[in-house]
Structure formats: C-alpha cells, structure tokens
C-alpha cells in the first residue's frame, strides 16, 4: 500500500531551545492504525500539532496525502480530522449541534451534514442524548462527541492525541471499538498517540516507540516483543532473603534461562520458553526444600520493549487528573 | 464565500452561547440598569440648579447617552473572555485545523458582540422609555444611536481580544478592563455635564473618546441630528477602533501561526 503520511528528519525546537522533536523519520501507508507510545513530554503532541498545520516545524519534510505540510496546509486541512488531548466540545451546544458546527466549517452543504450528524451520533452511541448540551454529558460521552466532530467531513486520516487519556476503563475500551470499526469500515488510516501500554498493543497495527524527542523502537507490537526474546517469570518465596541465593543458584543450573534479576516480589527469571521451564523450577525449589509463595509468568509487554531501549519504564499514572479549570469557573 | 458563511456560523455559535446562558446577559445589564434607576434618581434635583444641565433636560434624559456607554464596555470586556475560553478548552485549535476562513473566527466574534451591545442598548432605551426619557430623533435616531454603540463596542471589544490573546488569562482582562473603564467613564462627559466638571477633568475629557461618543448619542436624545457632533464623534471612535482592532489582529496573527 502506498505512503499517506512521510515524515523525514523533522525536528522541533522551541524557542526556548528544547528539542521537543528530536531528527524522527517514518511513514504510515494508507488505511493503517499507526501509533506512538511514548511517555508525557515523549513529543508526541508537538509531532501531531506538526502534522496538522498547528506548529510550524523547524526542520526536515512532512507529507501528508501527497501534500507539503507547510507550503499546501489548507489542501490538508481538507482531508484530516483531528483529535485533540482536551475534549474540545461546546458545553453550550448540544450534541448535534456540536458535530453540526463541524460540518459547516468545513464547507459541507446541510443535506449532506444532517445525514452525516445521523450516522455518527450512532457510530458512537449518542442519539440518545444528540438534543443535550454537552454540558451534560460524562467525561466518555464527550470524547466520543468530540470523536465525532472529527469524523464529520470523512477524513482520510484521523489524528488522535491521547483519545483515552482520563477516561474511566469503560469508557475506554467503548472508545477503542468505535476506533477499530472506523478503521475497518471506513477505511480511515489512523495516527494515535498515547501513553497506554495496552492501548498501543490492542490497536496499533505497527507503532513507533518515542521517547525525549527520538523514536527508539519500530514495528508491530508483537515484533517489539519478540524483539525482547524472552519470557519472564515472577517468583515470590515465603522467606525471600534467607532462600533468594539458594533459589538463584539451583535456577541458574536449568537450561534455558537466561538472566535471573532480583525484583519487587523476589526473583525475576528471563527465559526462551518460560512456560516449559516454570515446572523445572517449581521442582527444583520444592526439593531443595525452598517453599514458593507464588510463581507468575508473563510474556514481554511493550513496557518491556521501553525497557530494553531507555532504560526505564513507562511510568503511567492510571488514575489521570482532569486538567485543572481556570478559577472563577465557567467563562464566556 | 467561505468567509462570510464561517463568520456566520462563529457568529451563530456566540449568539447561542450567550441566549443559553441568560445569567451573563444578566450580569452585563445589571450595572448600567443600577446606574438607571437608582444613580439618576440620587442626582434628579441636578436639574433644579439653572445652567447645570441643559434648560428642559432632566438629569435622566441626560445621563442614558452615558450609562448606554457604560453597557458597551461591560459586554465588550466579556469579549476578550470568550476568546480566552476558545484557546484553553482547545476550541480554537479545532477551528484551525479545519479549512475554515481565519479572519472569520474575528469576525464573527466581532459581529456577536456587536449584536449583543445593540440588544442591550435596546433594553435599555426600553427602560428609560418606561421611566421617561425618549429618544427625540424617533426610530432613525435609535438606528444611529444603536450604531454608534455597537462600532464603540468593537473598538472596545478589540480591547479586551488583544489583552486575551496576549495574557490568555479570563482575571487579567477583567482587571485591566476595570482599571480603563471606570476612568474613562467617570473622566467624560457621561454621567455629568462637562461645565460641572473641574477644569483638569474637562481637559482630560476633550481627549476622552468617550465622551465623543457619549456626545454623539446625548444629542441624537436631545437635541437632533446634529450631525456636527455625530460625524466627528464616529471618526474618533473610527481611530480608536483601527488601533484597538490592529492590536488584535496582531495578537490573532501570533496566536493562528
């Protein structure tokens, strides 16, 4: 399939002088789910605001559909719908009216709007609620509003920035599915940004790891895990420090293994076929009279992957604060 | 057009904010309607001492010009709110990254609150109706008077667009809003007649643009068209607004790029 997005070299210095975006280069091809993963202050967003006309890049070339990002901006304004980290809806518009206004701007007659409008309010759910304010709605409700803002004019690529950040598991998950099906059905490509280690695994087709501006990793997420070539299994014991050298000893004799760390529940082992080798060593302790409190295996997780390239994980806080309102409340 | 069907629907958007949010439209009269009733009834024995207000003029008919101003730079400081607001909820990065015309995001701004000051004026001119003072020049004196409240209202506006854009804080604009306001108004010819005033005042108020406009409604009230006074009064307000709406253009400029 052909490339619908080109990025070489951009680079991204704030007056400031930080290096925001830091020499990255990739392509999406047409009708892809391609994401970032990276953690807060990554340079995801500044990469998203470059690629739909917001921010003026300091370097190298973007190309979206053919067109030059900075010389045919309006050209591409056209054809992308855009997500933004902050839900963008009209708290005094109702939800029709919001997705609506969308449709105006750009530029679609209203026949065509209102049977649009009617389409999407059931793609994400909302014809119950279309006549509300979005005032009204909960956090979900508003994402999936502001989902649909974007979708109005059929773009051919649909550009999230974080799309579940703050979102209750639930409404997450609701967000996803209305994702894959505009993927698969509508045959939008999609470029999503996010700092979910399960969200870029669950959808991303292929994803690029970034990370202080850099892209450190790239392919699918199980070509970045493979990448890791190893399982790991957790061990906890029910006397950790008096049996830990012991336990480490008789482990590092099986075959197979290949690193034993210490870890927050005692030992992690990182092995090939980890599966095969929890029965060795649940054996092996058990005769040595070590007694096992639990044993946990896992394959490699995209944390893992973020691991092996930077030396630390993605630390993400679940629990994400709505962003602080102004004082003095409601403004006009 | 593009430009002119978007301005259309920016402007459409701030007009439903404002009808769905009666609380605000309350607000913003609430002053000058304090000012109306209850302000002029303390100075209603002005007209008592000859040669203070004009012969046959009470104190009312005399200061509605002045508490119509004082309602324009009200909704007008509420302007640069609004554009504070678009750029914190992300609102205006979503317009920009549709194709929609630049120029309309002012403009319908700009035309919203035109529409809302004229609403205002209307309401006020109603009450003051009620309570006896009319306009003289009838329903083309109102149309004028309307029109020069509403072009002072967007040189205002620019004001507080400027001031938001810059300091994109909601607080800063209504500070600074307060601190030019009540000067201006209290340093003019708007609530009491210029010859009542100390000399310093009324030289301050030769170069008030207030009072120029406030001049320009008190005669369409009063007197008539005396166009003497209304032509140069909307060149002054005419200098006022290329300044104030320069700098929001500049300011727009910075923040679109």
């Given at each position: 399939?052909?490339?619908?997005?080109?990025?070489?070299?951009?680079?991204?210095?704030?007056?400031?002088?930080?290096?925001?975006?830091?020499?990255?280069?990739?392509?999406?091809?047409?009708?892809?789910?391609?994401?970032?993963?990276?953690?807060?202050?990554?340079?995801?967003?500044?990469?998203?605001?470059?690629?739909?006309?917001?921010?003026?890049?300091?370097?190298?070339?973007?190309?979206?559909?053919?067109?030059?990002?900075?010389?045919?901006?309006?050209?591409?304004?056209?054809?992308?719908?855009?997500?933004?980290?902050?839900?963008?809806?009209?708290?005094?518009?109702?939800?029709?009216?919001?997705?609506t206004?969308?449709g105006h701007?750009h530029q679609m007659n209203g026949d065509e709007i209102k049977k649009r409008v009617n389409e999407l309010?059931?793609?994400?759910?909302?014809?119950?609620?279309?006549?509300?304010?979005?005032?009204?709605?909960?956090?979900?409700?508003?994402?999936?509003?502001?989902?649909?803002?974007?979708?109005i004019h059929k773009?051919?690529?649909?550009?999230?920035?974080?799309?579940?950040?703050?979102?209750?598991?639930?409404?997450?998950?609701?967000?996803?599915?209305?994702?894959?099906?505009?993927?698969?059905?509508?045959?939008?490509?999609?470029?999503?940004?996010?700092?979910?280690?399960?969200?870029?695994?669950?959808?991303?087709?292929?994803?690029?790891?970034?990370?202080?501006?850099?892209?450190?990793?790239?392919?699918?997420?199980?070509?970045?895990?493979?990448?890791?070539?190893?399982?790991?299994?957790?061990?906890?014991?029910?006397?950790?420090?008096?049996?830990?050298?012991?336990?480490?000893?008789?482990?590092?004799?099986?075959?197979?293994?290949?690193?034993?760390?210490?870890?927050?529940?005692?030992?992690?082992?990182?092995?090939?076929?980890?599966?095969?080798?929890?029965?060795?060593?649940?054996?092996?302790?058990?005769?040595?009279?070590?007694?096992?409190?639990?044993?946990?295996?896992?394959?490699?997780?995209?944390?893992?992957?973020?691991?092996?390239?930077?030396?630390?994980?993605?630390?993400?806080?679940?629990?994400?604060?709505?962003?602080?309102?102004?004082?003095?409340?409601?403004?006009? | 057009?593009?430009?002119?069907?978007?301005?259309?629907?920016?402007?459409?958007?701030?007009?439903?904010?404002?009808?769905?949010?009666?609380?605000?439209?309350?607000?913003?009269?609430?002053?000058?309607?304090?000012?109306?009733?209850?302000?002029?009834?303390?100075?209603?024995?002005?007209?008592?001492?000859?040669?203070?207000?004009?012969?046959?003029?009470?104190?009312?008919?005399?200061?509605?010009?002045?508490?119509?101003?004082?309602?324009?730079?009200?909704?007008?400081?509420?302007?640069?709110?609004?554009?504070?607001?678009?750029?914190?909820?992300?609102?205006?990065?979503?317009?920009?990254?549709?194709?929609?015309?630049?120029?309309?995001?002012?403009?319908?701004?700009?035309?919203?609150?035109?529409?809302?000051?004229?609403?205002?004026?209307?309401?006020?001119?109603?009450?003051?109706?009620?309570?006896?003072?009319?306009?003289?020049?009838?329903?083309?004196?109102?149309?004028?008077?309307?029109?020069?409240?509403?072009?002072?209202?967007?040189?205002?506006?620019?004001?507080?667009?400027?001031?938001?854009?810059?300091?994109?804080?909601?607080?800063?604009?209504?500070?600074?809003?307060?601190?030019?306001?009540?000067?201006?108004?209290?340093?003019?010819?708007?609530?009491?007649?210029?010859?009542?005033?100390?000399?310093?005042?009324?030289?301050?108020?030769?170069?008030?643009?207030?009072?120029?406009?406030?001049?320009?409604?008190?005669?369409?009230?009063?007197?008539?068209?005396?166009?003497?006074?209304?032509?140069?009064?909307?060149?002054?307000?005419?200098?006022?607004?290329?300044?104030?709406?320069?700098?929001?253009?500049?300011?727009?400029?910075?923040?679109?790029?």
């Amino acid at each position: 399939m052909s490339d619908i997005i080109t990025v070489k070299n951009l680079v991204e210095v704030y007056s400031d002088g930080t290096k925001a975006v830091d020499d990255i280069s990739f392509k999406v091809s047409e009708g892809e789910f391609f994401g970032f993963l990276g953690p807060n202050g990554a340079g995801k967003s500044t990469t998203i605001k470059i690629l739909t006309t917001l921010l003026r890049k300091t370097s190298g070339t973007v190309n979206i559909a053919g067109y030059d990002v900075e010389k045919q901006a309006a050209a591409i304004r056209k054809i992308i719908g855009v997500q933004s980290q902050e839900t963008t809806v009209d708290g005094d518009l109702t939800g029709r009216e919001n997705i609506t206004l969308q449709g105006h701007f750009h530029q679609m007659n209203g026949d065509e709007i209102k049977k649009r409008v009617n389409e999407l309010l059931v793609l994400v759910g909302l014809e119950s609620a279309a006549e509300k304010r979005a005032r009204n709605f909960s956090g979900g409700m508003k994402k999936r509003l502001d989902l649909a803002t974007a979708l109005i004019h059929k773009p051919k690529i649909l550009f999230l920035d974080e799309p579940t950040t703050g979102l209750d598991p639930q409404s997450r998950s609701a967000i996803w599915s209305y994702l894959e099906k505009i993927n698969k059905e509508e045959g939008i490509t999609i470029f999503l940004t996010t700092q979910y280690l399960e969200e870029a695994d669950k959808l991303c087709k292929r994803l690029s790891i970034i990370d202080v501006g850099k892209i450190v990793a790239s392919g699918s997420p199980k070509e970045l895990k493979q990448e890791i070539g190893a399982d790991s299994i957790r061990i906890s014991l029910a006397n950790c420090e008096k049996d830990k050298e012991k336990a480490k000893e008789l482990i590092r004799s099986l075959t197979d293994v290949n690193q034993i760390l210490d870890s927050e529940e005692c030992l992690t082992v990182y092995a090939k076929n980890a599966g095969l080798l929890i029965a060795d060593i649940v054996r092996a302790l058990d005769i040595s009279g070590i007694q096992l409190e639990s044993v946990t295996f896992s394959s490699p997780s995209l944390d893992d992957v973020f691991m092996k390239h930077t030396g630390k994980r993605i630390r993400t806080e679940e629990l994400v604060k709505a962003p602080s309102r102004m004082f003095g409340g409601r403004r006009f | 057009m593009t430009l002119l069907s978007d301005t259309r629907y920016v402007f459409i958007r701030y007009i439903r904010k404002l009808v769905r949010t009666p609380i605000l439209l309350f607000f913003s009269l609430f002053q000058p309607i304090l000012f109306l009733v209850l302000f002029t009834q303390l100075l209603t024995r002005l007209g008592n001492f000859p040669g203070i207000l004009p012969p046959g003029v009470g104190y009312l008919e005399f200061a509605t010009a002045g508490i119509l101003m004082q309602n324009a730079f009200g909704s007008a400081l509420q302007s640069g709110n609004s554009i504070v607001a678009d750029i914190d909820s992300g609102f205006l990065q979503k317009m920009l990254v549709t194709p929609m015309s630049r120029p309309a995001i002012l403009l319908g701004r700009l035309t919203s609150d035109a529409f809302r000051v004229v609403i205002q004026t209307a309401i006020i001119l109603g009450l003051a109706y009620a309570l006896g003072a009319f306009v003289t020049t009838g329903v083309i004196g109102i149309l004028l008077i309307f029109f020069t409240i509403a072009f002072f209202g967007l040189a205002w506006s620019g004001i507080s667009l400027a001031l938001g854009m810059k300091t994109r804080s909601a607080e800063t604009v209504f500070a600074i809003g307060g601190v030019i306001t009540f000067p201006l108004l209290f340093l003019s010819s708007a609530l009491f007649p210029i010859s009542f005033l100390p000399d310093w005042v009324q030289t301050v108020s030769k170069f008030n643009p207030v009072s120029y406009a406030v001049d320009a409604c008190r005669v369409l009230m009063i007197n008539g068209f005396d166009w003497g006074t209304i032509l140069p009064a909307w060149g002054v307000i005419g200098l006022v607004a290329i300044i104030t709406l320069s700098a929001t253009l500049y300011q727009f400029r910075k923040v679109v790029s």
